[in-house]
Each structure stands twice: as structure tokens, then as C-alpha cells.
């Protein structure tokens, strides 16, 4: 089975830190993606990395950056935490076989709190 | 641009009640329809899918049928349990494209 694991299931932090969300996919898959879920709003994607090294801004990405310097791990930085970052964060993994249709494969979240 | 529109909840039902969620997208081309669940306090897992017009997903007692004359990927149950209590999202790809586009979610609730 796909295995999607994410560093932490809640996480507290103060406003202005850095803050660090680490994803590890164990099935080489080739994309990796962070989405942030808010009640009413859904599942919406912040960033997109179909390669090491390569990323693609999703519908929201302000506030954020990545990084994927090795296939199985992708990490979603808050450079200075603000308190409307304060969500749940999903991380997700795709083939890139079309047979697959691209399903994704989902970690268990991290609610993050900003204070 | 793609968008899924479902049905908005809560929906709350009695065990052995029949369940409908309403799907209906917007998307160029032959997108690829998924139903991924979140149980309380864990991620998305998918639930079925299907890839092209006129397929059956079905999946723990879930169907859905990808109608490409209407847009719509209609959730149902016949009988649902108390176990099936979770938060229902309704997502495409398009084709040839790896990213998914979800609806805001519909939250279940199935009483004894």
C-alpha cells in the first residue's frame, strides 16, 4: 500500500516563525502536492512538484514556499506564520502513469495552529 | 476553468437509509471523477472512480455513474451504516493533467 506520512498531527506555533511541514511518500511517485483544507472552502492546492527541484505554484501560494530536494520527501515552509494560516495541511502523492488516472494518495494532515 | 459543484451539507440520515450526494462538474474535455472520504481526524482516501462517460465506480457499497450528458457523478448507498458518518468530496482531473479539483466537501452523518 501507498504510504503517505506527515512529521506532525498538530502543531502550535507563535506568529512570525518559521515554520516547517515535512511529507514523505514511500511508492516513488513523481508528484507531490500540499493543499490546506478550510470548513466550507474545501481542499485547495498551494503548491505542485512533479520533479526534485521542480515546483508549480497552485491557487494559493502566497505566504508559502517548497521544497523537494529528494523524490520521496516534499516540504511546505511558512515563512513568517501569520494566524490566517492557521488550517489543516493535507499532503498528497500521484504517478505519473496515466493508468493510474492520477489518483492521489493522501497523508493524514497536520493541524497547524498560529497564534 | 475546471469546477466541481456538490451538494451542501450536513446531511444527516438514519442507519439503512438511502444516501444521494449530488456531484455535477465543469471541465473541458474527458476528465477523470473521483469520491475521496475523510473519516474524523484522518486524511482523504479515495473511495471510487471513473475515468471515462458511462462508468460505474462502486466501492464498500457506493456506486457512482460518470454521466457526461448531464456532468454529474451522483454518490449513492443503498443502505447506509453509522460507520459511513465521514466528509464526502467529489474531485476531477482533466485529462492529461495530474492536478484535482475538488468540491467544498459534504459532511454525513448516519444516526442509530
Known amino acids: 500500500d501507498v504510504k503517505v506520512t506527515q512529521s506532525s498531527r498538530y502543531l502550535v506555533k507563535r506568529t512570525g516563525e518559521k515554520v516547517f511541514l515535512e511529507c514523505v511518500q514511500d511508492?516513488?511517485?513523481?508528484?507531490m502536492f500540499w493543499y490546506r483544507q478550510d470548513p466550507g472552502l474545501g481542499l485547495r492546492l498551494i503548491y505542485f512538484s512533479y520533479d526534485v527541484k521542480m515546483k508549480e505554484k497552485g491557487d494559493i501560494p502566497e505566504g508559502y514556499s517548497v521544497s523537494r530536494e529528494k523524490k520521496e520527501r516534499f516540504s511546505l515552509i511558512l515563512e513568517s506564520a501569520s494566524t490566517n494560516q492557521t488550517s489543516m495541511y493535507l499532503c498528497?502523492?500521484?504517478?505519473?502513469?496515466?493508468?493510474?488516472?492520477?489518483?492521489?494518495?493522501f497523508g493524514p494532515g497536520t493541524r497547524l495552529t498560529v497564534t | 476553468g475546471n469546477s466541481v459543484t456538490q451538494m451542501e451539507g450536513p446531511v444527516t440520515l438514519s442507519e439503512e437509509a438511502f444516501l444521494t450526494i449530488n456531484c455535477t462538474y465543469t471541465?473541458?474535455?474527458?476528465?477523470?471523477l473521483f469520491w475521496y472520504v475523510q473519516y474524523p481526524g484522518e486524511g482523504l482516501q479515495l473511495l471510487l472512480k471513473?475515468?471515462?462517460?458511462?462508468d460505474k465506480g462502486s466501492n464498500k457499497g457506493f456506486e457512482a455513474t460518470y454521466r457526461k450528458e448531464t456532468t454529474s457523478f451522483h454518490l449513492e448507498k443503498g443502505s447506509v451504516q453509522v460507520s459511513d458518518s465521514a466528509v464526502y468530496f467529489c474531485a476531477l482531473t482533466p485529462f492529461g493533467n495530474e492536478k484535482l479539483t475538488f468540491g467544498t466537501g459534504t459532511r454525513l452523518t448516519i444516526i442509530p
Open positions: 471513473a475515468t471515462k462517460a458511462d
Open positions: 471541465a473541458t474535455g474527458y476528465p477523470s
Open positions: 498528497a502523492s500521484s504517478s505519473t502513469s496515466f493508468d493510474t488516472s492520477y489518483e492521489q494518495y
Open positions: 511508492m516513488d511517485h513523481e508528484n
